[in-house]
């Protein structure tokens, strides 16, 4: 509709274009740390003199008879001659953590995320949200100190391990960053949820258990799985918990109670002190460009899921249908 | 109610009291351990050679400085992108609508990058790339903006809160009534006109909340400053951009991790974990009372 022409000045014409560029920056800015952190690394896979004393680019990946080993290991030992350059146990020590983290981040999550969307009263709700946004505001530095300092000596004593320093405190430090995550995104998914679909199991004279556990999880399911690839990779990415907690020992095996050492805390520990350009410091930012991949790669999976999800919850409310006839509808599909 | 259902209410109540039991553990220690170190001195003073003597001025101001340049440099982009995706995508023709999903999926993805790579991301393009280039078009012999500084740590941190800025403020825009922007347009005001004197003045609470949430976010960050321009022990506060510069959150990390005496260090860990936890608690309670503000106006 145009009604008679309002002039716009000049500059507010060049304010918008402004404006339109700033709007990029977003994707400039995942473009360029993309670029800058891989450039970094670039070498290592053009260069033919790159990782020579390690035996190439493979070296990376591959066990190798180390002079003074009975047998081919892998080991990241950067410090030394030859400095080992195997990231194959910084990987295994990432996995390690991050599992054992979701072990203990998903229950707590899903099952506060259940209490507080099924069974608390609507007062305790509001409070309690307000606490998990605070927990979800501390700094990680604050948790990996928390652990470091104080749980660690507890747990060690608790159940007497070797090392008061493990991927297991880790983990309880790092379910602190991840379960906020995994709470938030789960309470979300279960409180959209049609309610019709609830009524219906409750009407059919389900009990409020049984349509929690076989109606409105299953129906919130799509949400909790993005919530838990979202908190995958938090907890991947998370740095200076499991630098402070973690014991930082590149050690292989999958025992929780010994020490691990991820890529993050790998990063964060050496960058500082190698030299700039050598092997050691582009492989320290091909970890990285690892790491943005990765967490780029879930990023887009959770997306994904969460867009799909809101994409078919819409759908059902613009359905053209009065209450009752959908209300009968639902009860339909449920019953069949 | 049935035995299931008290199983199911006991059972996840069991998990959030677990949660709340362990946020409440952390506020509680730190609390008890960290308040008899408090006192003037420990506010004013920079910390001795030790790092357990003294106080935390320099790490005090460090954290004020790069926060506060972070937020000059990172909120002005991240609001006209939140009003760009919420008053102008919609209405861009057809290029508009498809920018508009590039942009978010970005953002979106920004959020996730961790904050470690930023860190790698911050040395390999603000420092490496534009500080050495401008040493380089400069002719600086020795390396002045090529190497970590305060500037550069800014700026890391401005990209790493950015996504929390954009999506804020195009919440806050979007709850803005239409009938505003109608009433605005039908007057006669031009959209720029609409958008900064009818729109964003009925949004502002929801914007500053984002910018709030932004602040505590950035504050807290020590993995994207560890190689960009945090100092360890650096009594004498940065007086450039281009100066190193001390920091609450990489305190705490330096002390917790390379004190020589762990015991003799423990009451000022706990003092300076107080304060940054008490800036975070602040925070968080500043960006609700923005929110709920929010919410009312809208």
Known sequence: MKLGRVRTPWWHRAIERLIALFASSAILAVIAIGVFVFRQAWPLLIDDDALTDQGGLASLFRPRLWPGYDEPLHVWQPVGFPGKLDVIPLVVGTLKITGLTMAIAIPLGVGGAVFLSEVAPRRVREWVKAAVELLAAVPSVVVGFFVLAILAGGVQRAFDLTYRLNAFVAAIGLAFAVVPVVLTITEDALRTVPRELVEASLALGARRWQTTLGVTLPAAMPGIAAAVVLGFGRAIGETMIVLMASGNAPVMGLDPTSSARTLTATIAAELGEVTPGSDHWRVLFLLGALLFVVTFALNELGRWVVLRLRRKLRAEEVAPVSGRARRATATAEVAS | ?298
């Open chain 2, 1 to 298: 109610m049935s035995r299931g259902d008290r199983w199911l209410a006991w059972g996840s109540g069991l998990a959030l009291a677990i949660v709340l039991f362990a946020t409440s553990a952390l506020f509680g220690v730190t609390l008890f351990e960290g308040v008899p170190r408090l006192d003037l001195a420990f506010f004013v003073e920079a910390p001795d050679a030790s790092m357990v003597g003294g106080g935390i001025a320099p790490a005090l101001v460090g954290t004020a400085l790069v926060t506060l340049l972070m937020t000059v440099a990172g909120v002005p982009v991240g609001v006209a992108t939140g009003i760009w995706l919420a008053e102008y995508a919609p209405r861009a023709g057809r290029f508009g609508p498809r920018l508009a999903v590039l942009v978010r999926a970005a953002v979106a993805n920004l959020a996730g990058v961790p904050s470690i790579v930023f860190g790698l991301f911050g040395l390999g393009f603000f420092v490496l790339f534009v500080g050495r280039g401008l040493d380089h078009a400069l002719a600086e012999g020795a390396p002045v903006w090529g190497r970590p500084g305060l500037l550069w740590a800014s700026l890391t941190l401005a990209v790493l809160t950015l996504p929390v800025v954009i999506v804020t403020t195009e919440e806050a825009i979007r709850a803005v009534p239409d009938s505003l922007r109608e009433a605005a347009l039908g007057v006669g005001a031009t959209r720029l006109d609409t958008v900064f004197r009818v729109v964003l003045p009925r949004a502002a609470p929801g914007i500053w909340t984002g910018v709030v949430l932004a602040i505590g976010r950035g504050a807290g960050e020590v993995a994207p400053i560890l190689f960009t321009g945090a100092a360890n022990y650096l009594p004498e506060l940065p007086n450039d951009p281009r100066d190193m510069f001390m920091h609450l959150g990489y305190h705490v990390y330096a002390l917790s991790t390379q004190s020589p005496d762990v015991d003799a260090s423990r009451p000022t860990l706990f003092a300076t974990v107080l304060v940054l936890l008490a800036l975070a608690f602040l925070l968080n309670l500043v960006a609700s009372v923005l929110r709920s503000r929010a919410r009312r106006m809208a």
